[in-house]
């Protein structure tokens, strides 16, 4: 990259609602593109969030149809449903390691995606994930020819395990202001994205799962065992000062809650279902 962080900071929101995840980090967003953060916590800083689900969640893309998810299905299994403030096609948020990164940069937004990835391919390397980019490039994730999942489609600079999907990111970019999140699949359960998808009849199903198995692998099924969030926090933050040149400084969480102006009860935030 030729444009260094002033500051990496790091935040742990541990495990939220699939409303309150998402609405952190629309608020968060918004505290960049008004000058609020770079005001109080520096200029050409940029932000790690680390996080998970509790009850699980499908997330939306940004554009994508809500019709394309059963929402009567997601509700008998206590399973919430959102709209990402980012791009991309639907994703099954279960037993998964989650971040975002946000950054005021004039950086291309393929050179922060690239360069975030670094940054969790090498935390990998240090539990033995040896991990390497896709080859494709990001325009295919814009083909009207994917199903309905996101998790299945492989971008340039994503990463994979012998062939198969491990890490899925999204971004968006207003002005110079750019949100990037993603997650890295602890478990098996992201797969079942394939009961949840509305579709015509169980054989169209039964091919997302199919599809889901053959492209996309967990760390349970790499390394044999799974991380504890801690740990994997601990490896990205080493990973990011090996990156960036500085310590990742973490922030806690009441703190960025009362800035943004953030209710810690998520029935108080004024976010509506899809």
Known sequence: MSEAFSTVYGLDTGCRTGIW????????????????????????SCIWRFYSWNPYAVTLGFNQDESS??????????????????????VLHAEE???????DTVEHN?????????????????IGVRSEFCRSTLDTLKRKSLPVTC???????????????????????????????GSVPLTERHKELSRL??????????????DLERKTVSLEEVLGYI???STLTGLIRSASFRQFGKPMVMLEGRELELFLGFSMDPTDLETSNP
Not at 76 to 83: A, C, S, W
Not at 97 to 103: E, N, Q, R
Request: net charge positive.
């Open 110 to 126: 393929a050179v922060i995606y690239r360069v975030v990835h670094e940054v969790i391919m090498h935390a990998l390397e240090s």
């Open 227 to 229: 991380p504890a969030h």
């Open 151 to 181: 998790f299945t489609a492989s971008a340039r600079h994503e990463l994979q395990v012998k062939g198969r999907k491990l890490v899925g990111s999204a971004q968006r970019r207003t002005g110079t202001v750019l949100l990037q999140h």
């Open 197 to 210: 998808v509305a579709v015509d009849d169980l054989c169209e199903a039964g091919a997302i799962r199919s």
């Open 69 to 90: 998810i059963d929402v009567r299905q997601c509700a008998i299994e206590g399973i919430d449903v959102v709209r990402r403030p980012t791009g991309g096609r639907a």
């Open 21 to 44: 995840n998402m609405e952190f980090d629309r608020r968060l967003m918004h505290a960049f593109l008004d000058g609020r953060f770079q005001q109080r916590y520096g200029a050409g």
């Open 97 to 103: 390691f989650t971040y975002s990164f946000i950054a």
